[in-house]
């Protein structure tokens, strides 16, 4: 698909600041690093979530905008190849925690490299437990970790490549053993 440029038809910052600024700026219609959806969170405590998700996962800050009050209004974070954005929760935006409505309706789900590894960093550094790792049906290592904002997040290494009836077969069989026993009649 061929990349679509087009001039920019607002003046550039600095030209409205009076500076010179005679390039044109390109523009593409999707910003380099934002194909795909990114997930927008809303926090309690942006500053505290952003040094949870640095420790925890490597997280990166890329831009960060504040609220005349100095709270954070808007950050654009990156984790490995992902752009993660967040906001902390305020009057003038109407985003809620999953944890100031009652629970987290998704997940966010991340392979890496050395799971047991990237689970224990993000414990080191405060995510709660939801699920401890293990080795699941479809061949990944997985388990999922908890924030204080009620995000859960579940780290992953995929440890083999199951067919989808494989798959399928392993999981009937899972469900038959966790299933409880017919009731006598």
């Keep these: 698909m061929a990349e679509v440029v087009q001039e920019s038809k607002k003046p550039r910052i600095d030209e409205q600041n009076g500076e010179d600024a005679k390039t044109a700026e390109k523009v593409t219609p999707i910003p380099e690093d934002h194909e795909g959806f990114i ?9 505290a979530s952003l040094e949870l998700y640095e420790k925890a996962f490597g997280a990166k800050a890329h831009v960060t905008l504040k609220m005349p009050d100095g709270t954070i209004a808007h950050a654009s974070l990156q984790v490995g190849t ?3 954005m967040l906001c902390q929760e305020n009057e003038m935006f109407p985003m809620k925690s999953a944890k100031s409505i009652g629970g987290c309706p998704m997940n966010l789900t991340r392979y890496v490299e050395d799971v047991d590894s ?8 405060g995510m709660e437990v939801k699920e401890k ?3 699941h049906f479809y061949g990944d290592r997985m388990g999922t970790l908890v924030d204080p904002d009620g995000y859960e997040w579940t780290l992953g290494s995929r440890l083999e490549i199951v067919s989808e009836e494989v798959m399928q077969a392993r999981m009937d069989e899972q469900m038959a053993e966790a299933a409880p ?5």
């Design 82 to 84: 992902t752009q993660i």
């Design 133 to 135: 790792l293990k080795t």
């Design 39 to 47: 997930p927008y969170l809303a926090v309690k405590n942006a500053d």
């Design 181 to 185: 026993p017919p009731q006598a009649e």
């Design 118 to 125: 990237a689970f224990q960093q993000a414990v080191d550094a």
